[in-house]
């Protein structure tokens, strides 16, 4: 599965932003999908009419998380996402930050999830609200995280 470019992405939002579509953004590594994810995922969608994913390549992820991850590769991450319902397009970046594709998605609302306490907490808030956005913290699923669900198989080895 082929997915699309940031231009093609920031494209996409362009003309859905051109129909009066509320763009919502987000991004992360999604490496192993779980209820969290998908419950964060679904309240993300709901804060506008269109939600745009961002999934971190696996070189950013090595850089982030270290050598042993990610444990999927992006082109499978990034196909898990776009089947779910609630996503409506997703686009996989090389850098260690969202920034770029932000810049070029523009969206109305960035959604983070909880581990981040306020907005001004979250490095991308200034550029969001520089380019005319709002920055929503999502709550976590507590006990939901891919890093204790590769505690827990390490721990059952």
Not at 87 to 93: A, H, I, K, P, Y
């Amino acid at each position: 599965m082929i997915f699309p470019t940031r231009e093609a992405l920031a494209a996409q939002a362009d003309a859905l932003r051109d129909t009066g579509r509320r763009i919502v953004f987000t991004n992360g590594v999604f490496d192993i999908l779980h209820v969290g994810h998908v419950r964060y995922l679904e309240a993300a969608r709901a804060l506008g009419d269109t939600l745009l994913v961002g999934v971190n390549s696996d070189a950013s992820v090595r850089r982030l998380k270290g050598p042993e991850r990610p444990l999927n590769p992006q082109d499978e991450r990034a196909e898990v996402l776009a089947a779910l319902r609630c996503v409506d397009g997703v686009c996989v970046f090389e850098e260690d930050t969202p920034h770029a594709l932000i810049e070029a998605v523009r969206p109305a609302i960035h959604a983070k999830g909880g581990d981040y306490q306020t907005p001004d907490a979250l490095p991308e808030t200034p550029l969001v609200r520089s380019l005319g956005g709002e920055v929503v913290i999502l709550s976590l699923v507590p006990g939901r995280s891919t890093t204790r669900l590769i505690e827990r198989i390490e721990g059952s080895r």
